[in-house]
């Protein structure tokens, strides 16, 4: 037992050396934030436009706070970072409106804008993700999954923050879709529930290698697809059918669908 109790006890110190924000004060800060851009999300709504305004000071001070608690692990000041972050808010808030837009479009059963970023799981996972990412790209460590994994755990969409993701992204249904570190996807693309994008090793040597798919605009995949490996690329305009596998690539206007004797057919329109 005092084994047992010294490792624990090493295990928190370097944990304290290593800190990072509690998973509720992460938490809050996104969702003040997507209730500051869309206050349909939560129906919180701040009417006094003075207060809106600063309200924007107050989720900076919010994300400095956060980082402060992982100086160590940070490229640079938590100041300057969150700084960063607040100059990207406005291009997260144009793809997100051109996100919903997509999901309203696609979705028959969507009576407005204001169910889809009220209801819709797709709009949630995709706006976690947008924050996720663009801290991503100010090289902040482990935040990003964190904001991802919160997600992932109320949705089952699960993005990596990593992934450069188009706007006019439309997730319909959402649950146990797979989007990895590496894929890249173009602009007006739909995702329907349980397609999985990822790689086709999970060595840890390809750790800094493409090893996920790249989906081309105006592509739609059914619910169950499987597409892996960092040199697929599936063409514009292609519709990928449910329960596809597919490890190659294939050309724009495409149709692939999986058949009742289990063979795929590959049809290419001009």
């Not at 295990?11 to 992460?26: C, D, E, F, K, S």
């Not at 129906?43 to 100086?71: F, K, R």
């Not at 799981?121 to 663009?134: D, K, L, M, S, V």
Request: include cysteine; charged fraction near 20%.
């Amino acid at each position: 037992m005092n084994d047992f109790l010294e490792e624990l006890k090493r295990r928190h110190q370097l944990a304290a050396a290593n800190a990072y924000p509690a998973t509720g004060a992460v938490d809050d800060f996104v969702s003040n934030l997507l209730n500051w851009l869309f206050p349909e999300h939560t129906g919180q709504v701040i009417a006094d436009p003075v207060a809106l305004e600063q309200y924007s000071h107050q989720l900076e001070a919010q994300l400095q706070q956060l980082l402060q608690s992982m100086e160590r692990q940070l490229p640079v000041n938590a100041v300057s970072l969150s700084r960063n972050f607040i100059d990207k808010v406005p291009v997260i808030y144009d793809e997100l409106t051109k996100d919903a837009a997509a999901i309203y479009q696609g979705d028959p059963a969507a009576s407005c804008l204001y169910e889809v970023i009220r209801a819709y799981p797709g709009f949630y996972a995709i706006a976690f993700y947008r924050i996720a990412h663009a801290l991503h790209q100010l090289k902040i460590p482990v935040l990003p999954r964190m904001i991802t994994e919160l997600a992932h755990s109320r949705t089952g969409v699960d993005i990596h923050p990593g992934a450069v993701i188009a706007p006019w992204c439309c997730i319909d249904h959402g649950t146990g879709i797979v989007i990895g570190e590496t894929t890249i996807i173009g602009p007006h693309v739909k995702l329907y529930q349980g397609v999985t994008l990822g790689a086709l090793s999970i060595e840890k040597s390809m750790a800094r290698s493409k090893r996920h798919p790249t989906i081309e605009e105006h592509v739609v995949i059914y619910a169950g697809a499987t597409i892996l490996g960092g040199d697929t690329v599936i063409g514009h305009h292609s519709v990928i059918g449910g329960n596809v596998w597919l490890i190659k690539s294939v050309e724009p206007f495409s149709r692939i669908y999986y058949k009742a004797e289990h063979k795929f057919s590959d049809t290419n329109q001009d």
